[in-house]
């Protein structure tokens, strides 16, 4: 496996449902390693992982996929300005109709949940497309990634992903992959003993820390 350096760039705007606040609702300031993995995934056509399901997901199907990202960080992380953030638009309307992304309808063959559906709006905050976020991808090295990458609800929001070489950045690893996803509980306990300068639970269960500089480290964790 190797280890490489991936700067991800928004070229189209991305929104995935994580801070609510009154009717307005944006993604957290990171880009997450799972969203990643399973971007990657529907890009190169393997798998069919995104069909509507009522079932809590448990991610075990993404150890059958041996290459891994950390969680795409903003630009400053890797240099602890934890302050950074990534710049958001204006407020939009978002019509939330069960089939509005299907065919434009308010129904939608896979939800039964009667022939017309009630009508609710409320407000979303996209990522700009100019934001800027830092990753390593740990994989094949012969592995040829794709210029860019589908994220966020609907995987309308687009990335584009190109691997750089004469930057010095740092790794921020999502506890939960390691301990409930590659089931490294051994690791996982060094890494939450380790006294970060980054901590925080983006969203229960994930809990990110960071900066971690160290590669061997890094592929201790994702290595089979």
């Known amino acids: 496996m190797k280890i490489r350096k991936i700067k991800l760039t928004v070229i189209s705007p991305i929104n995935y449902y994580h801070i609510q606040g009154g009717k307005i609702e944006r993604p957290s300031n990171f880009i997450g390693d799972i969203a990643l993995k399973y971007s ?15 079932f809590k997901p448990n991610y075990k199907e993404l150890k059958n ?65 100019g934001n800027s976020f830092y990753t390593y991808f740990i994989g094949d090295e012969k592995m040829i990634l794709p210029e860019v990458l589908r994220v966020g609800t609907g995987k309308v929001g687009v990335l584009k992903a190109e691997e750089i070489h004469d930057l010095s950045i740092a790794a921020f690893i999502n506890l939960y992959t390691v301990r409930h996803i590659l089931s490294k509980e051994e690791i996982y306990r060094y890494l939450a003993s380790m006294n970060f300068d980054y901590t925080e639970h983006i969203a229960l269960p994930y809990y990110i820390v960071g900066p971690l500089k160290e590669e061997r480290i890094l592929m201790k964790i994702y290595e089979n």
């Open 40 to 54: 990657l995934l529907h890009q190169l056509g393997i798998g069919n992982f995104f069909e509507i399901s009522s």
């Open 65 to 129: 996929y041996d290459f891994w990202f950390t969680v795409g960080v903003p630009v400053g992380y890797e240099n602890g300005i934890f302050s950074e953030k990534p710049r958001f638009m204006k407020p939009m309307i978002r019509n939330t109709m069960q089939g509005i992304d299907f065919n434009g309808t308010n129904s939608h063959p896979s939800i039964k949940t009667g022939s017309i559906m009630y009508k609710n709006f409320y407000m979303q905050e996209f990522m700009k497309p």
